[in-house]
């Protein structure tokens, strides 16, 4: 049923993520072998500390959520990934003040900058993702704001170079798609990541202001999951 291939796309997308987390994990444990040659960075370990024990709560919550279907625990997750973010943007400017106050802090405050953005980024994959691709400012920020407001965190781009380098740095939950954009399509965007092995399993709406039926099952054959014709209800999407 349409259920259960929605429970079976969502337990193939968690253990993509759970093994991306472990790809980071592994990255910070070579790095730590580094740091432990190296003199303390003062505080900034600590607060390390700190903002990964928050990321492995939200991992713990996230998984309970799925598995009690919890969408209250969820929510809470999803709202969570913003002290997270906020907690690697102070220690950003602490390590930097460091590099700038003795420059023989350099190398130890990017090997923790990059710990810290690794941790950063497992939050990410523990919150769902929506890349919305859309050339017009104003539809672009309207639809963010109101997918926000559902609970989602929003990447954006403005046209398809964008989208597949965005994509490139770090895979959508879904990603919704402006059929006209400049320059590369949003139909080569979705059949170029339909192509590869590591984006083709991502959904694709693509929003599109043509309306024959023809063009809509064009987008469905490039790969589009689904299309919604302009103008939309935003319920609807």
Same mark, same amino acid.
């Given at each position: 049923t349409a259920s259960d291939l929605r429970i079976v796309l969502t337990v193939m997308k968690i253990a993509? !993520? /759970?093994?991306?987390?472990?790809?980071? @994990?592994? !990255?910070?444990?070579?790095?730590?072998?580094? /740091?432990? =040659?190296?003199?303390?960075?003062?505080?900034?370990?600590?607060?390390?500390?700190?903002?990964?024990?928050?990321?492995?709560?939200? /991992?713990?919550? @996230? /998984?309970?959520?799925?598995? =009690?279907?919890?969408?209250?625990k969820a929510r809470d997750v999803i709202e969570r990934d913003m002290d997270v973010d906020q907690m690697y943007n102070a220690l950003f400017r602490e390590f930097l003040t460091f590099m700038m106050e003795d420059p023989r802090n350099i190398t130890a405050c990017m090997h923790l900058h990059f710990m810290a953005k690794n941790t950063e980024r497992m939050g990410d994959h523990v919150t769902p993702t929506v890349l919305v691709v859309e050339d017009e400012r104003a539809q672009r920020e309207v639809l963010a704001y109101n997918l926000e407001a559902e609970g989602f965190r929003v990447t954006r781009a403005e046209n398809g170079e964008e989208a597949l380098m965005l994509v490139n740095e770090a895979a959508p939950d879904i990603i919704v798609l402006d059929w006209m954009l400049p320059n590369v399509s949003g139909i080569e965007v979705c059949r170029q990541l339909k192509m590869r092995t590591d984006t083709r399993g991502v959904p694709i709406i693509m929003l599109s202001a043509r309306s024959e039926e023809v063009d809509r099952v064009r987008g469905l054959e490039t790969g589009a999951d689904d299309s919604v014709i302009k103008p939309y209800n935003l319920r609807e999407l």
């Open positions: 993509s !993520n /759970l093994e991306r987390i472990g790809d980071y @994990a592994k !990255n910070m444990a070579k790095r730590t072998s580094i /740091l432990a =040659q190296m003199s303390p960075i003062n505080g900034s370990q600590a607060a390390l500390r700190r903002m990964a024990r928050e990321v492995n709560e939200m /991992l713990k919550d @996230a /998984l309970d959520s799925f598995i =009690q279907r919890d969408v209250v």
